[in-house]
């Protein structure tokens, strides 16, 4: 597809830039404050974490769950996360989210600051994905930046899909792809796909709780 570099140079930055990921989480205020929404949500049952990063949201979880299955594509991240969540009930899986198909369903499916990185022409794909990981009665749960948050990307506007660039400390550069979603929109185009959505604003983020489309009942 025409996004496929982009999202190979969005593999890459995370890879690449691992070590300096959780420097947000320490500095921001409302970053910290934002994880504490966990705690408010209908979190419940066996969880599938979608694009788990250096799993600042996984013990959090797993604090709500039967179990964590977590998975991201970069091994750097991954060994992040291990070190930070020492609980059995928790699962890494290296894996790419567009390709890996889960062998079970869960009760929630939940990814933070993941769908922003997903090309529009792939949601419907993705959301179908979701609703496929999903136990009957299951929830999907989302966390990600909102509108506002995009003043302080550099956004590039000459990319096949919407896309920022983003720097490390050594200089490098990556283009990631990073779509600013309205709660309003969304909330339209998930209701177009037969989700129940809500979505409500949390300072300059958004959470949504969905329900996907009941399954086609037999015959
Ligand atoms: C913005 S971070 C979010 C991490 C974590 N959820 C959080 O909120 O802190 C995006 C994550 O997506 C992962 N990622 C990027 N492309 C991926 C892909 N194709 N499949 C799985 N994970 C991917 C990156 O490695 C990175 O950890």
Not at 41 to 53: F, M, S, T
Not at 144 to 153: I, S, T
């Amino acid at each position: 597809m025409d996004d496929d570099a982009l999202l190979a140079e969005q593999r890459a930055y995370y890879r690449a830039g691992a070590a300096e990921y959780d420097r947000p989480y320490a500095e921001r205020e409302d970053l910290r404050e934002l994880l504490t929404v966990v705690d408010e949500l209908p979190i419940a049952g066996d969880v599938l974490e979608l694009a788990c990063g250096t799993g600042q949201w996984t013990p959090r979880i797993a604090a709500r769950a039967r179990s964590v299955t977590a998975v991201d594509a970069a091994a750097e991240v991954l060994a992040l996360a291990r070190a930070r969540t020492a609980s059995p009930s928790v699962q890494f899986i290296q894996a790419d989210v567009f390709e890996w198909r889960p062998p079970r369903r869960y009760d929630t499916v939940f990814f933070a600051f993941w769908l922003s990185h997903v090309p529009p022409a792939r949601l419907p794909d993705f959301w179908n994905a979701v609703a496929a990981a999903l136990a009957p009665g299951g929830k999907a749960i989302f966390i990600d930046d909102g509108p506002a948050v995009a003043a302080e990307e550099e956004v590039l506007t000459d990319q096949p899909v919407p896309a920022a660039l983003r720097r490390l400390d050594d200089g490098s550069q990556y283009r990631i792809v990073k779509v600013f979603h309205d709660a309003r929109t969304l909330t339209d185009d998930l209701t177009a796909l037969g989700w129940s959505v809500r979505i409500r604003p949390v300072a300059r983020n958004f959470v949504g709780v969905t329900e996907p489309p009941a399954a086609p009942g037999p015959g």
